[in-house]
């Protein structure tokens, strides 16, 4: 896309409860886009995306790693046929070669690969990358409450906090490649934005996890924020449909991204082409 190289990489898949992830939208609807098994969970891709932006290798999100235990894999049913370290390889890139790690927010399906186990001690898991991450969601991240609890595990990003720049607000990370805050799915989640000859791609992270969420009332009962979530797409999706921008969905299992579109005024998608 113009001076960058996109590639959309994957670290597998990991099941959620369907009643959770859309919320007010009942079962005799979203079951006719996804079906559940016998506990009602809904298979989730784990959608990264790397930039490669002349000397960058940028990676946005880092899956869900590999520092769980029986009990939460018997819960979430994470099923790794691939990881983002083997797509990197598949590339012929390290997690040495990563130069900067962007991550939307710190919910343990964004954040798995930020930290692996070294000898018995927790490392950065990019060595040389440098990570971006809104202030506020480390803070809250840090501070978690009865309500987002189980989101947030420690193991899976603070070993990396020597390695973490701390932004508050909208910034450029390099030129052409920008975060902004999309409130919503946590208070200070974070989209990026890659733009370069006239052309945009759009990584939404939780506010479009999958393409069956592109209705403005198609959300998740994660969302902290529903009614900020409900007008950060009002002000984004339109935007985005009229300059036919490629949206990258963090969690659709079949669609990673897709171009999208406006018809006769509902918001839709296309095909990429090739």
Not at 40 to 62: F, P, S
Not at 87 to 96: I, S, T, W
Not at 138 to 152: C, I, K, L, P, V
Not at 198 to 206: C, E, L, R
């Amino acid at each position: 896309m113009g001076a960058f190289n996109l590639h959309g990489l994957s670290d597998g898949s990991f099941m959620l409860d369907g009643g959770q992830m859309f919320a007010i939208v009942p079962k005799t609807m979203w079951e006719k886009r996804i079906s559940a098994d016998e506990k009602n969970r809904i298979r989730l891709g784990l959608t990264c995306l790397l930039i490669q932006a002349g000397r960058h290798n940028i990676v946005v999100e880092t899956g869900i790693g590999d520092k769980y235990d029986a009990k939460f894999n018997d819960i979430y049913r994470v099923e790794h046929s691939r990881t983002l370290p083997g797509d990197l390889q598949k590339l012929g890139l390290r997690m040495e070669d990563i130069d900067i790690v962007i991550n939307t927010h710190l919910h343990f399906d964004h954040c798995g690969w930020n930290v692996r186990r070294e000898n018995g001690k927790l490392v950065p898991g990019f060595p040389r990358a440098k990570y971006f991450i809104q202030r506020g969601e480390w803070e809250d991240a840090h501070n978690a409450t009865e309500r987002n609890r189980a989101s947030y595990r420690e193991e899976f990003f603070a070993a990396a906090e020597a390695q973490t720049e701390f932004l508050v607000g909208d910034a450029e990370i390099v030129p052409g490649v920008r975060v902004e805050v999309g409130p919503g799915h946590t208070r200070w989640m974070q989209c990026v934005r890659v733009e370069s000859t006239g052309q945009t791609a759009y990584f939404p992270s939780d506010l479009v996890p999958t393409h069956s969420h592109l209705g403005y009332a198609w959300m998740t009962s994660f969302d902290l924020y529903p009614l900020e979530t409900l007008a950060s797409k009002k002000r984004l999706l339109p935007e985005l449909a009229a300059a036919n921008a490629l949206l990258v969905f963090a969690h659709d299992p079949c669609v990673p991204w897709a171009r999208l579109v406006n018809m006769e005024g509902k918001i839709s998608t296309m095909p990429v082409e090739g």
